[in-house]
């Protein structure tokens, strides 16, 4: 049996249904090709993300150094929690390009608040029309669910 890929979209603020925000869950944007290695190896590790494992220094900071892409690391009562990858593309859409907890934060209630948290940054992005993102069946199981609690429609499916 082969992969389901999801890809969901909202198209305008008033879509949005935010979840509640853990007490002490924030992002904190940065510029860092290292910290967008790091957080990628690790949040990734438990879902089989390895279109970028073999890439080089050189690559990731090739990626991270472009003006249309924006990263930040949540962090939870003081402690790295996981990132979210944002890259500002054509006619106003921001994709979610990646979007995790680590390992060590899972289970504790924070999808919904740091999901809520990046589409808040998504539409202060100047130009901002549309926000976007994908996700498939060998990702958390509850990714899909999250993103459609925050208001995400579906707009494609692909057996993969």
């Known amino acids: 049996m082969g992969s389901k890929v999801w890809y969901l979209e909202l198209v305008e603020r008033a879509q949005f249904v935010s979840s509640m925000i853990p007490e002490g869950l924030e992002l904190r944007e940065v510029h860092e090709a290292s910290m ?9 590790s438990l879902w089989h993300w390895t279109d970028r494992l073999s890439w080089t220094d050189r690559q990731w900071e090739n990626w991270v150094n472009r003006e ?39 289970g504790k209630g924070l999808g919904g608040g740091m999901l809520s948290l990046s589409v808040q940054e998504a539409w202060k992005i100047e130009g901002t029309q549309r926000v976007w993102l994908h996700t498939c069946s060998e990702d958390h199981p509850h990714a899909l669910g999250n993103y459609e609690k925050r208001g995400f429609r579906l707009f494609r499916v692909e057996e993969i």
């Open 36 to 44: 967008n290695a790091r957080f990628y190896r690790e949040v990734g």
């Open 68 to 106: 249309n892409l924006k990263t930040w690391i949540a962090h939870f009562e003081g402690e790295e929690a996981g990132y979210v990858e944002m890259e500002f593309q054509e006619a106003g859409s921001v994709e979610i390009v990646y979007f995790g907890l680590l390992p060590s934060m899972i």
